[in-house]
């Protein structure tokens, strides 16, 4: 394409903006417009209904390079056969639509990396679908796709991230799907997920599993693990902790992410952690949690809507940099002191009545919030703290005290 050309194709996407204001284009280094996706400061959810398309304008036909399209979020009901004619298109975003159908040409598509089809009505997959061999990301949770796919098995040497919607429990062949490093969806059932070689990143929902499986092995690079209204979940396996390369390998200093949500019984976090980085572990309606490993770094630690009465056993054995849990019964923050890390304490609304003063060998605190707490004392040692800006005690006898 030459200069001209170039030109011309910059300045018919200015034009295209214009006509829909709700679209952003992005030019590369050549001239080209390579994607086409909603501004982000027009969000949908920020619009009103009117506003959503009902179908692809066919002006995105003067764009062939694009290699990025992105539709999310409108009311579309079907994908126009024109888009098949991007022959560089890599990534495929349709989710929250209202489609029915994945068309047979998705197949044509033979550069297409990502394909997002989360939050449709969509019900199977096509079998063109196996022709996309550079496939690296499929997601269809929240679709009406039951079960894994037998398609979904062609892309045993190229995807790397899968959400499913409902599986009762992965098939044995996930373990030949040697460049997977994400998995995600409603899965019924852990097993097969310590056969998968790469896996990193772990995101299940609404488990009906109570267990892991027996000889459950360790999964060697697992860095995320969030498991979010798994409410029949007991236990973790001890070999959870046992991974070779636990917080991954691309990071000089490897950190995990456990995020527990609602898991109502979840009891603890097994001894095999103990020694282990955490950039952040949340612990989020998890009220039967008790018990965690010691001499960990935890970033980030975040307990609400637990109503502890107590602390789980070895909590003040670690340390934490973020320590936020409100709605709870806590009544002491004896071993506080412990903390040698802390720069945040925001312990609000509970039934502390005293900041401890071993609280003053936590140097490095910024920030105390223990509003709505029925705190009595506050140790006068925290004026020595050099780094400490604010204490917040609204709503407290001590607050009242005061003014």
């Not at 045993?156 to 919607?165: A, E, I, N, P, T």
């Not at 992965?170 to 097993?191: Q, T």
């Not at 691309?250 to 527990?260: E, K, N």
């Not at 998890?286 to 018990?291: E, H, I, S, T, V």
């Amino acid at each position: 394409m030459n200069s001209h050309q170039e030109t011309t194709e910059i300045a018919l996407s200015e034009k295209f903006k214009h006509k829909y204001a709700y679209f952003a284009t992005k030019i590369d280094s050549n001239g080209y417009v390579e994607s086409i996706a909603y501004n982000e400061s027009n969000h949908p959810s920020l619009r009103d209904l009117g506003d959503l398309i009902t179908e692809v304008p066919k002006e995105f036909l003067q764009f062939k390079r694009v290699k990025r399209l992105k539709l999310y979020q409108n009311q579309l009901t079907t994908l126009p056969d024109f888009i098949q004619e991007f022959d560089s298109l890599e990534e495929l975003d349709f989710h929250d639509n209202p489609i029915d159908e994945l068309p047979e040409w998705i197949g044509n598509l033979k550069n297409l990396k990502k394909l997002d089809l989360s939050k449709t009505n969509i019900k199977e997959l096509p079998k063109s679908i196996t022709a996309l061999k550079h496939l690296e990301v499929l997601y269809f949770e929240e679709t009406q796709i039951k079960g894994f796919p037998e398609e979904v098995l062609s892309f045993q040497s190229s995807l790397k991230r899968l959400f499913v919607d409902e599986v009762e429990q992965l098939p044995e062949e996930i373990s030949a799907f040697d460049k997977l490093i994400e998995i995600g969806g409603k899965i019924h059932s852990f097993r097969y997920l310590d056969k998968i070689p790469l896996l990193e990143n772990i995101y299940i929902n609404d488990s009906k599993a109570n267990n892991f499986p027996p000889g459950f092995g360790p999964i060697h690079y697992l860095s995320d693990l969030h498991l979010i209204d798994c409410k029949f979940i007991t236990k973790l396996p001890l070999t959870l902790g046992k991974g070779e390369h636990l917080g991954g390998i691309h990071t000089p200093f490897p950190s995990l992410s456990f995020w527990f949500s609602g898991c109502e019984k979840l009891q603890g976090l097994p001894m095999t952690f103990q020694g282990k980085r955490f950039l952040s572990l949340h612990l989020n309606g998890c009220k039967n949690f008790n018990y965690m490993a010691t001499d960990m770094y935890i970033g980030t630690f975040q307990a609400h809507g637990n109503y502890w009465h107590n602390m789980p056993k070895n909590f003040y054995k670690n340390d934490v940099k973020h320590f936020e849990m409100y709605d709870h019964n806590i009544i002491t923050l004896r071993g506080i002191g412990n903390f040698k890390s802390l720069r945040f304490l925001e312990v609000a609304d509970g039934k502390i009545h005293k900041i401890p003063d071993e609280i003053c060998n936590c140097k490095k605190l910024i920030t105390i919030d223990v509003s709505g707490n029925p705190i009595k004392y506050i140790p006068d040692c925290l004026e020595d703290l050099e780094e400490l800006g604010n204490v917040y005690v609204q709503n407290t006898p001590y607050w009242e005290e005061k003014q």
